[in-house]
């Protein structure tokens, strides 16, 4: 039996924290999957060692950037070994407005994630949204990640949410890494 999902992401609006207290967190658990959810400072290298399967959740701020939470502890996490560990990303960013740089922030985590050995699943169509470039494009057609706009398209949010977390425990299950509920 797997170990609990841990679920870790930042948050200085608190969309992203909404988004996982009342959304993801919630279709999870309906799901009858166990997670844990944690901000990003409060993290230790335990955290990251001790557990197989992580959902990590990343706002976009300005031109590209980190949220401020992610951005205060990503040289470190660049230093940590994903080798065997299974990954679920999502985003949040602007797609008008901020057009060349929506939901960077997943891809910036992408690349650090697969640069130290982990497997990224559960990838996100690109269709239905408006954008110039983004980083967190894992081919033509995909993000490496859920990706959401609070600002533009938030009437997509909750069915945006349902259609990957269902995608999501799909694949938890093929991958025999699904935790129960206790």
Known sequence: MA???QLYYGSDTQNTHTVVQEKIVPLLKKEGVAVRDKIIPELS?????DH?????GVPTWYYGELQSDWEAYFEHFK???FKGKTVALFGLGDQWGYDEWFIDGVGILAEALLENGAEIICPWPTTGYDFLKSRALKNEGEFYGLALDEDNQYELTQSRCETWVKQLVAELKKKDLLPAMS
Do not use: H
């Open 52 to 56: 197989d399967f992580f959902i990590l």
């Open 3 to 5: 170990s609990m999902i």
């Open 79 to 81: 230093t940590l070994d």
């Open 45 to 49: 290298d335990e955290d990251w060692r």
